[in-house]
């Protein structure tokens, strides 16, 4: 347990140095709340209610869709796995401790966003904290889970960035954050539905953390765990 919590802190320690993590995870979603947040705003009042959700899923769906998978391909298609195998190292390990440095770095993020949008543009805060906080987290976990996956089973750095912008963008367009879902077409707003973006939005809004808006959450987080077993276990046998 103490090599386990050693690996977590000593990730968290990269992580703060790194320039990738840095962008995507803290300035990118900070500039799109800041400027985006405003625009919202002032085009539709009445989103005063949904403005932290929106902006959560911008800087989740970022950080773990184009900021953790570059930093395991680093890991896992490079030589550190091979230093990984010679010290007896479980792969497992390095998955676990970027996993939980990524989901630490996103809970800031979105503390941050959550205290700052009532400030600055007079949004509304949850009305149950508690359960606010339970989906952020669900809905972090699962995203980071989808971001596991791309970073073990892509080996190349530019292919991994197209195949992440393929997720990332129809998870902020399709999701209902940047317009009703209702006024997509029925096509758009049925892909939608495949990404976790729409469905932990809707878990992240007043009222909205029912079973409904959660079983497919719940769904993708253990059909990803199965995914990123078997990956690793390719990454073992090579």
């Not at 808006?213 to 765990?225: E, I, K, M, R, S």
Request: hydrophobic share 55%.
């Amino acid at each position: 347990m103490s090599t386990f919590l050693y690996g977590v802190a000593l990730q968290w320690k990269l992580d703060m140095r790194s320039k990738s993590l840095l962008i995507t995870c803290y300035v990118v979603p900070f500039i799109f709340f800041l400027l985006m947040g405003g625009i919202f705003i002032s085009i539709m009042p009445e989103m005063e209610s949904t403005l932290i959700p929106s902006m959560i899923v911008m800087g989740v769906s970022m950080g773990s869709f184009l900021g953790l998978p570059s930093t395991l391909i680093e890991t896992y298609a490079s030589n550190i796995k091979k230093v990984y195998k010679a010290n007896g190292v479980p792969l497992y390990l390095g998955l676990a401790t970027m996993f939980l440095s990524a989901f630490t770095h996103q809970m800031i993020m979105c503390a941050i966003m959550v205290v700052l949008a009532p400030i600055i543009f007079d949004a509304a805060l949850p009305t149950s904290l508690p359960l606010f906080i339970l989906a952020l987290a669900i809905y972090i976990a699962v995203s980071l889970s989808i971001g596991c996956i791309l970073g073990l089973a892509v080996k190349n750095q530019a292919k991994l960035t197209m195949i992440a912008q393929l997720v990332f963008l129809p998870s902020i367009m399709l999701s209902g954050i940047m317009f009703p879902i209702d006024l997509l077409p029925d096509t758009f707003e049925l892909i939608g539905e495949f990404f976790p973006a729409s469905w932990g939005y809707r878990l992240m809004l007043n009222n909205g953390f029912q079973f409904d808006h959660l079983w497919y959450l719940l769904l993708v987080l253990f059909t990803a765990a199965i995914v990123c077993t078997l990956l690793l276990n390719r990454h073992k046998c090579k």
